[in-house]
């Protein structure tokens, strides 16, 4: 894992100032790559590629970039890992393609895997998570490529004269003539979804490389000009093929779907530096635990976070897990003081805004896992693959009930639900838990019914769940001038003709957007921030190609989700110990915001600080805020996201 960082400027330019620009931007990304930096330049064509190193195959200078290729056309910035790299090298071999290797590291397989098959067909081939700058000296072209599902960031755009890209927003900041405007479309999404979707970035100027695409710039290309990124994978067309080769036989796929995830697991553990997994206790990350000490003829090092909080903490049931599957394992114990030492942190962890809550916890399990490893497996990814959110069981179901009700009728009905105040609802269903049916009881079930509130109205299955995936339903009402635009993974989901199963539409919606832009990248920062590399066994690509084939009832049935994973963890591990209402990696938020971080809500949020600062409509903030303090209401997630917010703006906008 590493930092990349790179500027083009057409025409060519002087050595020296290019060497410069590319030291000064690479040098933002040393968390990401604390072993090593070098700097390649090419003044005649105009091109500078920085690297940041975190090794992890081929701690020799063998491995060492930005990587040339032997014959001299090609040179690499490259970030991330290609796990099925030897079988490539194998390949090359049969075929007579392969160099005199001058070392094991993946990226020199990655240059003559481009060599022999060309960048789309080779990116194809590859298995793995990586974003990367290629110089094509023969073409005299730059192209920049994302793995398929975005696992590894990139972003790009122009500064000056110059077209620059980075993994991390702060590198294109540290350029000579960064001068980017605000993009309130970018915000006002955020306020939507707590993150910014792709291809926009919170700078109007700057984008992001859609996951499973490449684009390229020709060295003579026109200052400004922004050529439209080529998809190599379609994770969409996977999916709408998958409905016409279902499988058929349960038995198969459950021996199916634990051969493929083991391949995956095996491959993402090679390594030359120490290796563990992060352990929350739930279905996703005890499988890919479970499976992984299977391999391993040694205890595997397992992390987990806990908290005080009643409804939050989950690091006892991670113990019990990983006391019955015998890892080594270590657990942290955190307050409100743990995480307020993490927010001051947050603006330049992810240099956008970014809502998402759960960046505390995993920053904080990524922490602690990087003090006794350098590489940690997760199990991120089986719940968009494998329909593991509430809101999957609950989709099609409340949209097949409110579709037969009348508009008065919802009406009503919102309103009442909305009336429900959210502590009593969750204190009624705690006392009522032991009585109820494993398939209604929920964590937090106030807050379940606030959202259920908020989609009454709905008028298609899409329609409801854009809703349940929304923070803020009416965004524009929240940001000054706000107005959203239709994101990357928006228009795949519009462009889709055929009519695919209901569960299936709604678990790829996650994927290209959720997933990609939330998930991956809160974890890649986050671990990031600490030198630490991630893998994500469930997004190998034998794992996802299998998922798009798998029937949805064998993905949520009885009401629950997962049911295939289940059935996979089962063989290891009790279901007694699995079986728990979800919880999700989360702080308790609402109550810190009303408790510890109460003053510095306060604060970021008075009204006229708000008013100076412009982003969002001061009354609305007011409301919201007055509503939550009161008890009356749950807005944590809400005002964290204007919080957030304002903290970046503090950051990065300051001056």
């Not at 931007?25 to 700097?39: K, W």
């Amino acid at each position: 894992m590493c930092g990349i960082a790179g500027l083009l400027r057409p025409g060519g330019g002087d050595a020296t100032t290019l060497t410069g620009i590319a030291v000064v931007m690479t040098a933002t990304l040393q968390h990401r790559g604390p072993d090593a930096e070098n700097i390649w330049t090419d003044p005649r064509s105009g091109i500078a590629f920085g690297h940041r190193r975190l090794a992890i195959l081929d701690l020799t200078e063998a491995g060492a970039q930005p990587m040339k290729s032997e014959c001299g056309r090609f040179t690499v910035t490259f970030n991330g890992e290609i796990y099925n790299h030897l079988d490539i090298r194998k390949e090359l071999e049969v075929l007579g393609a392969a160099p005199n290797w001058r070392g094991h590291s993946d990226t020199e397989t990655l240059l003559y895997a481009i060599r022999q098959w060309g960048i789309s067909d080779a990116m194809n081939r590859f298995v793995g998570m990586f974003a990367l700058a290629l110089w094509d000296e023969a073409r005299q072209e730059l192209t920049l490529c994302r793995d398929r599902f975005g696992e590894k960031p990139l972003f790009y755009g122009w500064s000056g004269r110059d077209l620059v890209f980075a993994s991390e927003l702060k590198a294109l900041a540290a350029h000579p003539d960064w001068s980017p405007i605000l993009n309130r479309s970018a915000l006002t999404s955020f306020m939507r979804y707590c993150y910014v979707p792709a291809p926009q970035t919170i700078w109007s100027d700057i984008r992001k490389l859609p996951p499973g695409s490449s684009v390229t710039f020709a060295a003579g290309s026109t200052v400004g000009e922004m050529p439209q990124p080529v998809q190599y994978w379609s994770h969409k067309e996977l999916v709408i093929a998958g409905q016409n080769s279902r499988i058929d036989s349960e038995a198969d796929a459950i021996v199916e779907l634990e051969h493929l995830l083991s391949q995956a697991i095996d491959r993402q553990c090679l390594s030359d530096v120490p290796l563990g997994a992060f352990l929350s206790g739930g279905v996703d990350s005890s499988t890919i635990v479970a499976l992984m000490q299977k391999q391993s003829p040694q205890p595997i090092r397992t992390f987990t976070i806990g908290f005080s909080e009643g409804g939050f903490d989950e690091a006892s049931e991670a113990r019990d897990v990983a006391r019955h599957l015998g890892t080594s394992h270590t657990e942290l114990y955190v307050d409100a003081k743990a995480a307020m030492d993490v927010i001051p942190m947050l603006p330049r962890m992810y240099d956008e805004p970014f809502g998402d809550s759960s960046q505390i916890p995993t920053h904080l399990v990524a922490s602690l896992a990087r003090q006794h490893v350098t590489v940690a497996l997760s199990g991120d990814a089986g719940d968009e693959l494998f329909g593991g959110y509430n809101r999957h069981v609950w989709g099609t179901k409340l949209n097949a009930r409110l579709s037969g009700l009348s508009k008065p009728v919802r009406s009503v009905l919102g309103a009442t639900l909305a009336a429900v105040a959210p502590e009593p609802a969750n204190t009624i269903v705690q006392l009522l838990e032991p009585v109820l049916p494993k398939s209604l009881r929920t964590r937090r079930a106030g807050d379940q019914v606030a959202k259920i509130a908020r989609i009454v109205g709905a008028q298609s299955l899409d329609d409801l769940y854009r809703l349940l995936c929304s923070i803020d339903s009416t965004p524009s009402d929240s940001v000054i001038q706000g107005d959203e635009k239709a994101s990357w993974a928006d228009s795949e989901m519009n462009a889709i003709a055929t009519c695919l199963d209901p569960l299936d539409r709604m678990t790829l919606a996650d994927s290209l957007s959720y997933l990609s832009d939330d998930i991956l990248q809160k974890v890649d920062r986050a671990a990031m921030s600490v030198s630490l590399e991630t893998r994500v066994p469930f997004l190998d690509k034998n794992v996802v190609e299998f998922s798009a084939r798998v029937p949805p009832s064998m993905k949520i049935r009885n009401g629950r989700g997962k049911w295939l994973i289940r059935q996979v963890l089962y063989k290891h591990v009790p279901a007694a110990l699995i079986d728990r209402p979800k919880t999700g990696f989360s702080i308790p938020l609402d109550q810190w915001l009303r408790g510890p971080l109460k003053s510095w809500v306060y604060d970021l949020l008075a009204p006229e600080r708000l008013r100076q600062q412009g982003l969002f409509n001061p009354a609305r903030v007011e409301l919201m805020l007055h509503q939550h303090m009161s008890g009356r209401r749950n807005h944590g997630y809400w005002l964290w996201n204007v919080l957030m917010a304002q903290a970046w703006h503090d950051e990065w906008c300051a001056n």
